[in-house]
Nanobody, 122 residues
Framework: QVQLVESGGGLVQPGGSLRLSCAASGSSFRFYTLSWYRRGPPGKQRAFIASINGGGATIYEDSVKGRVTISRDNAKNTVYLQMDSLKLDDTDVYYC???????????????WGQGTQVTVSS
């Protein structure tokens, strides 16, 4: 099993940047594909943002390409989400997700963090 704790959310002005972090506990971190999602509209599933597998391969949702970078540090059991050129509609709760697999897919795994709030406002 793995436990995930997000941090790094906060208030940022439009056009600004934030880096979210997700620290994982448990063993075999490098065998997990780590992903970021956002809560999205009420009544809908969480929206996929990006994934990175243990080898460092990545996939992104088309709408965020060029503004978002996912990375990981296997030595620190941490995955990051660098978000640049933030817009008002990026405001949301952002969640970290883990799936024990090297397969890159937009489908979430079984493990979720508690979420971190990102608010973009002037």
């Amino acid at each position: 099993q793995v436990q995930l704790v997000e941090s790094g959310g906060g208030l940022v002005q439009p056009g600004g940047s934030l880096r979210l972090s997700c620290a994982a506990s448990g063993s075999s971190f490098r065998f997990y594909t780590l992903s970021w999602y956002r809560r999205g509209p009420p009544g809908k599933q969480r929206a996929f943002i990006a994934s990175i597998n243990g080898g460092g391969a990545t996939i992104y949702e088309d709408s965020v390409k060029g503004r978002v970078t996912i990375s990981r540090d296997n030595a620190k059991n941490t995955v990051y989400l660098q978000m640049d050129s933030l817009k008002l509609d990026d405001t949301d709760v952002y969640y970290c997700n883990a799936r024990r697999s090297f397969l890159l897919t937009k489908e979430p795994g079984d493990y979720w963090g508690q979420g971190t709030q990102v608010t973009v406002s002037s």
